[in-house]
């Protein structure tokens, strides 16, 4: 079963960075591409990013686009997020998922983690 680990949440004030990190266990073709999606308060799902697994080709929600950036450490299993000029609007539950394409991530087809909490305070 694979699983994924989110780590890297926490509260920071409007314009300020953070970086969450998602640790897969294992390495499999059901799971070469992955990605953030986010729930707010009140909210449905949304996507924010998704990159493949060489790294060439990703994938942003025009709401993070020139804040946020995706990468991917193929060695440690590891996609990171780094969130920056963060708005009060960030704040959600964000959840990294897994799966075999770009598409699957944002068809929502995936493999999910937990979540971790990102509050942005303004």
């Known amino acids: 079963q694979v699983q994924l680990v989110e780590s890297g949440g926490g509260l920071v004030q409007a314009g300020g960075s953070l970086r969450l990190s998602c640790a897969v266990s294992?390495?499999?073709?059901?799971?070469?591409?992955m990605g953030w999606f986010r729930r707010a308060p009140g909210k449905e799902r949304e996507f924010v990013a998704a990159?493949?697994?060489?790294?060439?080709?990703?994938k942003y929600a025009d709401s993070v686009k020139g804040r946020f950036t995706i990468s991917r450490d193929n060695a440690k299993n590891t996609i990171n997020l780094q969130m920056n000029k963060l708005k009060p609007e960030d704040t959600a539950v964000y959840s990294c998922?897994?799966?075999?394409?770009?598409?699957?991530?944002?068809?929502?087809?995936?493999?999910w983690g937990q979540g971790t909490q990102v509050t942005v305070s303004s």
């Open positions: 294992e390495r499999t073709s059901a799971v070469l591409a």
């Open positions: 990159i493949s697994w060489s790294g060439s080709m990703s």
């Open positions: 998922t897994a799966g075999s394409l770009i598409s699957t991530i944002t068809d929502q087809r995936g493999y």
